[in-house]
């Protein structure tokens, strides 16, 4: 363990080289990842492969930071897209895992960066997947007199933003009674809050459609044209997905962005320095509720379908375990943790399932469907929880921290995570 | 409304169990300032033991039926110990190595114990039973119907239930004695009040929170064995909705306080049961979650609880 402990905690990110040897790199990685996407079509490795290029793009520190991003919204944006475009199956897996990236990012915020335990995320995502979702289907037809039928997939751009500023108002009304709570208390009842938006969209029939479920949300469209296919939410998903990303950059270094990490430091402490705990709170929990609120539209209209079984418990504690395990505060960690998570969650379980069945077979063994590893996620994320609290609690790749020192006897400031490398 | 006093009654029983529950969080919570978020899943392998017992016995002939204060002491037993050695094995390997570490690392630590457990449970009871919903046998079958001068309908009542509140009962006495009289209840007051002083006067800190989740957990454990008899089926997932409520009653109680927690325990079932008789019984558990909400917000300390200053 103790070993353990010591290979895990030089790791940091960082490619050797000068500036032309790392753009070769990933030029050379990049050609080597098409080509498995080309060669292996149904491959979730493959998919995997191409995703450690943003990897790859990140860790070049010799590469100017606008190259940077250039080089992965080229890779994400137009390489991708040119080579699985007709292929349904990485693109579902693309937009999926741009999603939870989204709401990994949304959740970092309130968690991360303003350090509250928010165990109830999912209600927001809740909120906008159901706003789009009966508004398109007609339902809000039936108890809004001033609506003839359902809403056509035009609306569905402005009932983007109307997601936003829905999640981001449940995020103010969440915040105002939980203003006062600390730790674990914030904790339990930012859970509670996501039961009862859950039991709430079960039980308000007339509302929601109950445990039924509404089907039939419809897909956006421009001009006539629905964009229905995978290729079209992958583009309307990263698209949002960058914005997010351009939003969060934003954030982290601004007035608020401060606020909100001396709120998670020391709450008494930044009090005494004039930080508006109630405004920054706010805005915190109204900021990332806003992400999940737009990401709640994209996956209603995406499935097409919606129910309260999406919105449990377990989903808030995987976007919980997407940022524990990337590294609280850092985006880069973030969107890193959100990408294994859900490609462990959607597909790794299910193919190893796979291929134990496939081995029970040859060897004449019947595997019961209940030991099936597909059905144990909540096992994954506990170990996954476990582990990276007790050996790694800043996570894959640690938030990078400015620290500004007063004077030269003052201390350095210390990473709000605790020391990692203590093994028990 | 007529079915009122019924709800009352049957209200009366779940906060029992409630309550018992809830002492596990608010020892925990004493000494730790934690809240021991695998307490529920405790709770809930103290059920699976249980009824394993009670599904053992009737194997070999011993039904339940037969001599059931024989057959709940036999299956009480185990589940107690089953489930106290599994609170201490949690508290060493899960919150222990990181008692300095910030509160959300332990909290997350904690939820992932909690995950682990319930789908450990749901593997072991795939592979031993074929199904991880269990029916439990019953022990005490008989039901009661009591006419009530001025009550328009008889009241029924589970022989089970009054099983379920005199065991509660006696365990919240005995777990009061060991508090209040013993040497090591006394040394578990002192490391509630100031684990650092409490050091300083010669107690093994360590050991002593060790012994209050042993406590604590042995406590839970017994509540699930009398939840499995009250309410006949069980799943490895029925830890965390009441775990949450038993959370929610040693907060109305006042956390860290015991009788408070017994308090907040029956309190909780009875406000549950009548307020869900009148809002529908799909709202019930919104029920619970609103109470807790009110509470945190109007009166944070609880019914029973000091007031904590924050410390700079």
Known sequence: MAALARFWSPFRLRLPGGRAAQLLLIGGYLAFTVGLLLLFPRSIIAFLLYLANLLLVFGARAVPGAWQAAIAVV?????????????????????????????????????????????????????????WAIFSTGKAAEFLPFLHGPLGGEW??????????????????????????????????????????RILAAGLNSITNGAVGLPGVGAPAIGGRTLGAAVDFYFITLVIVGLIVWVTIRLEGSRIGRAWAAIREDETAARAMGVPLTRAKLLAFACGASFAGMMGVIFAAKQSYVDPTSFTFMESIGVVSMIVLGGMGGIPGVALGAAIVTLLNIQVLGGISDFINSVGARWGIQIPPALNPSQYHQLVFGVILVLMAI??????????????????????ATPAAAPGGEPA | MDILPQLFLDGLVVGFVYALIAVGYTMVYGVLELINFAHGDIFMVGAFVGTEVLVALAGWGLRATADPWLALSLALLPAMAVAAALGVAVERFAYRPLRRSPRLIILISAIGVSFIIEDLVRLVETIHQGKFVLPVPTVFPDVYHVSVPGLPSPLTIKANSLVVVGAAVIMMVVLTLIVSRTRAGRAMRAVAEDPVTAALQGVDVDRIIALTFLIGSAMGGAAGVLFATQYTTITPYIGFLIGIKAFTAAVVGGIGNIPGSFLGGILLGVLEQVGGGFVGAKFQNVFAFCVLVAVLIFKPSGLLGQRVQEKV
């Open chain 1, 75 to 131: 890779e994400t944006l137009v390489v991708f897209p040119a080579v699985a475009a007709g292929n349904p199956f990485f693109m579902g897996v693309g937009t999926t895992v741009a999603i939870y990236v989204a709401l990994a990012l949304g959740l970092n915020i309130v968690i991360g960066y303003a350090g509250l335990l928010d165990l109830g995320y999912v209600a927001f995502y809740a909120s906008g997947a159901y706003l």
């Open chain 1, 391 to 412: 050996w790694r609690p800043e996570g894959l790749i640690p938030a990078r921290r400015r620290h500004v020192r007063a004077d030269e006897e003052a201390e350095p």
């Open chain 1, 156 to 197: 569905f751009w402005p009932f983007l933003v109307l997601g936003l500023l829905f999640a981001a108002l449940m995020g103010v009304l969440l915040g105002i009674p939980v203003l006062r709570l600390h730790g674990d208390y914030l904790a339990i009842v930012t859970l509670g809050f996501g039961e009862i938006i």
